[in-house]
């Protein structure tokens, strides 16, 4: 894993992107936040995209879908392709079992995320 990793996370939940940028400072990390899928981002390339199902309205699957376009346009001039991770509240499954079929690499629920965050981005990182 690199020593610092550059993490994209879709959410306009405030109290969520706070707390990810926290989590991921302790680890050395850089947490860039879009809060609207209508937003680019301004950095990259990203070793990381984090999606909130539960804040970003509409359809997990045409989000996803949205966010895997904006990442892979901009990854494909280094040639990486980050991981996409959906998370959302635990008693949405059905969102992120959307998510997960619309092609995200994984989902978590939310308390999963927060409660083991850098073992997480860790395993998701790794080559």
């Not at 008693?91 to 997480?120: C, H, I, M, W």
Request: charged share 25%; hydrophobic share 45%; net charge neutral.
């Amino acid at each position: 894993m690199e020593s610092e990793l550059h993490i994209l996370l879709v959410s306009p939940d405030l109290l969520s992107t706070s707390r990810i940028a926290g989590l991921a400072k302790d680890m050395s990390a850089q947490v860039e936040t879009l809060r609207s899928l209508d937003d680019t981002p301004r950095g990259g390339p990203f070793d990381l995209v984090l999606i909130d199902t539960g804040s970003v309205l509409g359809d997990p699957a045409v989000s996803v879908a949205r966010v895997r376009a904006i990442v892979d346009g901009q990854q494909t001039q280094v040639g990486r392709v980050p991981k996409l991770i959906a998370f959302g509240p635990h008693v949405a499954k059905q969102r992120l079992d959307n998510a997960k079929a619309a092609g995200a690499d994984d989902t978590v629920s939310r308390g999963e995320l927060l409660g083991a965050f850098p073992a997480l981005v860790k395993r998701w990182c790794s080559p």
